[in-house]
């Protein structure tokens, strides 16, 4: 006699009813206040406990007494937010190229490695000059080496137009410290100069200047963490030649 085994239905009319559910009020439990803007959200409690540990923990084992108020998590864009729902829903999510990376820092954030694999996937197919400083960055910040690597790559191939971007003069010092140290950027050495000083005009020296004081700190030297300063003669000298600055 046969075992007996799992029988499947159809997947597409159980996705698209659960699907009708993200952010509908009908029977939540939960609301959320996200982004900015503070749009209202509206959420199945038991849904996103059992999908994601992250939620578990913020939601609790059961709401208190009364009408329970709105989490917050002002963070997070709305667009990213309900992406998240729908793939925590339905377990797929409709990706957009604008939105891709807050996506992404959601997935990390909220430990969804399922989805922060769908959007490196998804950010690697649609980077172009535009993007691909803002994904270094989110690369950098959450470690996703595989990412960095194509970012830089990608910069080396097209040094000129990404090196103008809105992106690159918003790189933290780190980020834009590992960009400098590839020799392949195709870019003459005039010009990158110029870059690193367009970058230092929006503010970029006071985050190098941090960067370096928690570098001294972590290895130990308190006595130059302490007294790196503000002012640009407590920069290391291989900083000063990319914003020819004088080195004290």
């Not at 709305?78 to 959601?106: D, G, I, P, W």
Request: proline share 6%; net charge neutral; hydrophobic share 45%.
């Amino acid at each position: 006699m046969e075992p007996p085994g799992p029988v499947h239905g159809e997947a597409e009319p159980f996705s698209k009813a659960l699907r009708s559910l993200v952010n509908n009020r009908l029977y939540s439990d939960v609301r959320f206040v996200v982004g900015q803007e503070r749009q209202e959200v509206f959420a199945h409690r038991c849904l996103l406990a059992c999908r994601c540990n992250f939620f578990q923990r913020l939601l609790g084992p059961e709401p208190g007494p009364g009408v329970p108020g709105p989490v917050v998590l002002s963070t997070v864009p709305a667009e990213a937010f309900l992406a998240v729902l729908e793939f925590l829903y339905t377990n797929s999510v409709k990706l957009h190229r604008h939105s891709v990376l807050e996506v992404l820092t959601a997935a990390v954030e909220y430990g969804l490695e399922d989805l922060r694999e769908l959007c490196l996937e998804f950010a690697v197919k649609v980077l172009d000059v535009e993007l691909v400083c803002e994904a270094l960055q989110v690369a950098v910040t959450f470690g996703l080496g595989p990412l960095q690597e194509r970012c830089i790559a990608f910069i080396e191939a097209h040094s000129q137009e990404a090196l103008r971007t809105r992106g690159f003069l918003e790189l933290s010092a780190p980020a834009l410290l590992l960009l400098l140290r590839s020799d392949k950027l195709c870019v003459d050495e005039a010009d990158l100069v110029l870059a690193a000083r367009s970058w230092a005009r929006v503010g970029a020296v006071e985050q190098i200047v941090e960067a370096w004081k928690c570098h001294a700190l972590r290895r130990g030297d308190a006595a130059r963490g302490a007294t790196c300063r503000r002012r640009r003669g407590t920069l290391p000298r291989e900083h000063h030649r990319f914003l020819d600055l004088p080195f004290k």
